[in-house]
């Protein structure tokens, strides 16, 4: 287990197989985040970003929850400081990793915890984890992605209700809008988010970091757009490809084939 330079408050786990997992460790304050925490998660997703080793990251809490949002006695450091600086800011390194973001969601994800968790490209939640955006009920101006993000994911309505009210979005709630990818529970919940890890490390990683860079730039842009960035990038890939990788992919496909038990009539 890597430790983090703050006491801790932050681990880090890069496994052999290409899965790291990084553990927000400050479970008596509901792993509230102070400062110093929000600039060690962003060091290490810049760090575990330009890590080779690193195939999949998997972002969860210790405790009963996964983020209960920024420790308010600590908010006008927070609120003050230089919001505009990517380099401390996690959200804006979580969007800048190329590798995929596994969100292991458990209990309360609050406000700056909704918005790490909508940082993540896919979500599993604990039956008993809530969502919560209490930006409108502390007077608090949204400065990560919430206002913008959730209406694109789960419809505006929604949206609106969720962040005007400050009412929580139970897990189930949060699968049926699409929020989530899956809900089990607790017991389970690491278990299946290391499931899909691994399935994604099973696949051509060069492609996975691709093809999540195209489904990621390509939802910021109208479909007229983002169907050209799609082709603008396959003819770049396909250029790219020499005549020993087409032989490969034929063997491959070929192999497979071979592979498939016969069927009788």
Not at 127 to 135: G, M, Q, S
Request: charged content about 30%; proline content about 3%; glycine content about 6%.
């Amino acid at each position: 287990m890597e430790k983090s330079s703050q006491e801790n408050l932050i681990l880090v786990n890069r496994e052999s197989d290409g899965v790291a997992w990084v553990t927000i460790n400050r479970p008596k304050s509901l792993n509230s985040l102070t400062k110093s925490m929000m600039v060690d998660l962003a060091r290490i997703f810049k760090s575990l970003d330009a890590d080779d080793s690193v195939r999949v990251i998997i972002l969860t809490g210790s405790g009963r929850s996964f983020c209960s949002g920024v420790d308010l006695t600590a908010a006008e450091d927070v609120f003050k400081g230089d919001v505009k600086d990517v380099e401390t800011d996690p959200v804006a390194q979580m969007e800048r990793c190329r590798k995929p973001i596994i969100g292991a969601i458990a209990g309360f994800a609050v406000t700056a915890g909704f918005e790490i968790s909508l940082a993540c490209d896919l979500l599993v939640a604990s039956n008993d984890a809530k969502f919560l955006d209490t930006h409108a009920r502390f007077g608090i101006f949204p400065s990560w992605g919430l206002s913008q993000k959730l209406s694109r994911v789960i419809g505006p309505s929604r949206a609106r209700e969720a962040s005007l009210t400050a009412m929580p979005i139970s897990a189930e709630q949060a699968e049926r809008w699409g929020l989530v990818n899956y809900v089990v529970d607790r017991s389970e919940l690491l278990k299946k988010a290391r499931q899909i890890a691994e399935a994604i490390i099973k696949n051509n990683h060069d492609l996975v970091l691709k093809y999540k860079a195209v489904i990621n730039d390509g939802f910021k842009q109208d479909l007229t757009r983002a169907l050209a960035l799609e082709k603008e990038r396959a003819h770049e890939y396909y250029d790219g490809m020499s005549k020993d990788h087409f032989k490969k992919l034929q063997e491959f496909i070929a192999g497979r084939s071979s592979s498939k038990p016969s069927s009788k009539l």
